[in-house]
């Protein structure tokens, strides 16, 4: 899928981090903190010109600590997770939150001015796990695209553990591939196969 579409999720992460602990309702906290953090990308000259290593900083300081990394690993090997022991587990929600941070840090370069529309939601008091559904829109026009966030409410606040593009589950696309690998070289070949990618990421990055 285009790395643009990881940037509009990425908005909206750091519009989440900015603000998780006011526990406000999901879509009002990504309204209201979603233009602040796209005024901020515009003006931002240093990730304009292609600073990888502001903006890994960035998505480190300000999103990373409000995904939850465990639950998308999981939700991304499917059943598979069951059969990884604590030790592997540890080692794919380290390597799919790596790939993740990567795969953000080179679409936050690719920001054009896209415009993002948030669904109401209808909130109930004892609602824990929530679909925030948006609509972005291209600067250049054409159709537009639905980005919907999965989100649940802990005692760190609310955190996404899944995102939908077009109603495409971005964590569990990898599944299929993941699975693939597993029934290659097993659960350990799929960690080495994304530590090496990782590392490669990383490499081709750091050489910009």
Same mark, same amino acid.
């Given at each position: 899928?285009?790395?643009?579409? &990881?940037?509009?999720?990425?908005?909206? &992460?750091?519009?989440?981090?900015?603000?998780?602990?006011?526990?406000?309702?999901?879509?009002?906290?990504?309204?209201?903190?979603?233009?602040?953090?796209?005024?901020?990308?515009?003006?931002?000259?240093?990730?304009?010109?292609?600073?990888?290593?502001?903006?890994?900083?960035?998505?480190?300081?300000?999103?990373?600590?409000?995904?939850?990394?465990?639950?998308?690993?999981?939700?991304?090997?499917?059943?598979?997770?069951?059969?990884?022991?604590?030790?592997?587990?540890?080692?794919?929600?380290?390597?799919?939150?790596?790939?993740?941070?990567?795969?953000?840090?080179?679409?936050?370069?690719?920001?054009?001015?896209?415009?993002?529309?948030?669904?109401?939601?209808?909130?109930?008091?004892?609602?824990?796990?929530?679909?925030?559904?948006?609509?972005?829109?291209?600067?250049?026009?054409?159709?537009?695209?639905?980005?919907?966030?999965?989100?649940?409410?802990?005692?760190?606040?609310?955190?996404?553990?899944?995102?939908?593009?077009?109603?495409?589950?971005?964590?569990?696309?990898?599944?299929?591939?993941?699975?693939?690998?597993?029934?290659?070289?097993?659960?350990?070949?799929?960690?080495?196969?994304?530590?090496?990618?990782?590392?490669?990421?990383?490499?081709?990055?750091?050489?910009?």
């Amino acid at each position: 899928m285009h790395k643009l579409l &990881f940037l509009l999720i990425f908005s909206f &992460f750091t519009g989440i981090a900015h603000a998780a602990e006011a526990l406000v309702a999901p879509d009002a906290l990504a309204r209201s903190v979603t233009d602040e953090v796209l005024a901020a990308l515009r003006s931002d000259k240093a990730i304009q010109a292609g600073d990888q290593k502001k903006a890994r900083e960035l998505i480190e300081s300000k999103i990373a600590p409000h995904f939850n990394f465990a639950g998308m690993a999981q939700l991304a090997l499917g059943k598979n997770w069951s059969a990884a022991n604590p030790e592997q587990r540890k080692a794919l929600v380290a390597e799919f939150r790596a790939l993740l941070v990567q795969t953000y840090t080179a679409s936050l370069l690719l920001y054009k001015d896209q415009k993002i529309e948030y669904r109401p939601l209808k909130l109930a008091s004892d609602d824990t796990d929530v679909l925030v559904r948006s609509l972005v829109r291209q600067s250049g026009g054409g159709e537009p695209v639905q980005v919907d966030y999965g989100m649940e409410k802990t005692d760190a606040g609310w955190k996404v553990y899944n995102v939908k593009i077009g109603g495409i589950s971005l964590v569990e696309s990898y599944r299929s591939t993941f699975n693939t690998e597993i029934q290659k070289n097993g659960m350990d070949g799929l960690i080495k196969t994304l530590r090496e990618k990782n590392r490669t990421l990383v490499a081709g990055q750091s050489a910009r």
